[in-house]
């Protein structure tokens, strides 16, 4: 009907002016009536607060993916990060028959992208694990649980820019790879196993059980490198006698026995994070703070209780404009990257958002993308609308007392999105498919004073006479 078209335009109109200006607009709505229908349209404004938490190193992180170094910030203090994997072995994987040499082993960490100084000397070293991995993929584990000392498989040192860049057949070049050398023991005691316990490497399960458990990865010195790790793989290079190339004659040929982490087998990722004390105090109520991976994260205070009074009776809140401006000015002291991607989830919900792999609903968790342009953390859905979070919760709370009514705790962190393609009538659409803590090194220091913490709210009724 007419009524709906012209109070959406009416609607549009004043979510536009709390976009432009911070001017109160207290006074734009009274009625707006003809004939046959009145539109009730008010108009006003609420203060969101923020605070820092930290996330106490403890954070949900199931991936194949990880960090490892060690990185001191000017603002956000220190974090050191390693991780702990087993490998997953193919079905039945073999060494050729006839191999009778191990030539070399070598463990390769290949990352995609660092933080930090890349001439900065870093030591990295590798161990054998001595117990089973369990299924716990919160970063404050602890390594000695699942390794000794005594096990180490080798040791060097690299800077990003000596890495061995990976080139590709057609002339491309991948990502940059560091390796360390393992004693060849290591690779005659896979050949032997394979060779009287063949049933070991017929799967990842039987491998970790009976022989070999995986490795636990670490920095030795050096504090000015973060690594984000794409993968890790375990190669055993070696000699076999086989047919030449034209098949006729015997020939000594080369080959690996190569496996590799991958999103089948468990990896864990250790994160310890020294955070400066002043960052939690939030006594300066202009700023609160974001960092990954597993540092600190934002908490916002939306005054639920004040909104709902302020709705009245058979109200509905159309409009719900916010946003969160990154602090530029002091952003550019910190050489980490701005979080690309933010998390908008209930408190309550956060401890089980990740493990049961929930994704946003857009009623009581949304994703904020940042816009590069202005440094703004912006909700996606219907700009910077969250209209449906308050109705949700003026809804769950309509027979409550309202000066009873709690105030909602959200926290942003930062998130990696995950996306698909899937058909959305003749053309296709990018819809979230996996939602996890983002595990590479960022920060972003948000502006959280009054001006900038406004909620704007545009509440409607409407009848119809017949």
């Known amino acids: 009907m007419k009524i709906k078209t012209l109070l959406g335009f009416i609607i549009a109109l004043l979510a536009i002016s709390f976009i432009a200006c911070d ?12 004939e046959s229908d009145s539109i009730y349209v008010s108009v006003d404004t609420v203060v969101i607060t923020a605070k820092t938490i930290s996330l106490e190193d403890r954070i949900y992180a199931r991936t194949a993916a990880g960090v490892l170094g ?63 991995l369990v299924k716990n ?47 060849t023991l290591f690779g005659q005691r896979f050949l032997k196993e394979w060779k009287t316990n063949p049933g070991t490497f017929k799967d990842s399960e039987s491998l970790r059980k009976t022989f070999f458990r995986g490795i636990y990865v670490t920095t030795n010195f050096g504090n000015g490198t973060l690594l984000n790790v794409s993968n890790t793989t375990l190669d055993i290079f070696y000699k076999y006698v086989g047919r030449n190339s034209g098949d006729t004659a015997d ?16 990896q864990m990722n250790r994160i310890q994070n020294k955070i400066d004390p002043a960052l ?44 969160i401006k990154g602090f530029t000015e002091e952003e550019t002291a910190s050489k980490l990257q701005r979080p690309a991607m933010l998390l908008f989830v209930n408190s309550d919900s956060l401890p089980t958002f990740f493990p049961n792999k929930r994704l946003e609903n857009n009623i009581s968790s949304f994703l904020m993308p940042r816009n590069t342009g202005t440094n703004t953390y912006e909700f996606s859905l219907n700009g910077y609308n969250i209209s449906q979070l308050i109705n949700y919760y003026a809804d769950h709370y309509k027979n409550m007392d ?16 995950l996306t698909e393609r899937v058909a959305s009538g003749s053309s296709y659409v990018n819809v979230t498919s996996g939602i996890y803590n983002l595990m590479s090194p960022t920060s972003a220091i948000l502006r959280t004073d009054e001006k900038n913490m406004k909620m704007g709210l545009i509440f409607s009724r409407y009848s119809d006479r017949e």
Do not use: W
Not at 23 to 34: C, F, N, R, W, Y
Not at 280 to 303: F, M, Q
Not at 402 to 417: G, H, Q
């Open 137 to 183: 993929f919160y970063t404050n584990i602890n390594p000695k649980d699942f390794y000794d000392p005594a096990d180490l498989l080798g040791s060097g040192s690299f800077t990003v820019n000596d890495a061995y860049q990976i080139k590709y057949s057609d002339g491309s070049v991948g990502p940059r790879m560091i390796t360390t050398q393992v004693d």
């Open 251 to 266: 020939s000594i040929r080369t080959s690996i026995f190569s496996l590799a982490v991958t999103p089948e087998v468990i």
């Open 402 to 417: 309202k000066n009873s009514i709690p105030d909602l705790k959200y926290t942003i962190i930062p998130v990696n999105r």
């Open 23 to 34: 001017d109160d607009l207290h006074s734009v709505g009274s009625s707006i009536q003809t």
């Open 70 to 132: 060690e990185y001191i910030d000017p603002i956000f203090g220190k974090v050191k990060s390693d991780y702990l994997s087993e490998f997953y072995c193919p079905k039945d994987m073999a060494f050729k028959n006839k191999t009778f040499s191990i030539d070399s082993v070598q463990v390769n960490v290949v990352f995609s992208s660092f933080s930090g100084d890349s001439t900065n000397l870093m030591g990295i070293s590798t161990y054998e694990l001595n117990t089973p």
């Open 280 to 323: 939690l105090e939030n006594t300066d109520l202009t700023r609160s703070y974001l960092k990954t991976p597993a540092g600190v994260a934002t908490e916002l205070t939306i005054p639920l209780g004040e909104i709902i009074r302020k709705m009245g009776a058979n109200k509905i809140v159309n409009s719900a404009t916010f946003n």
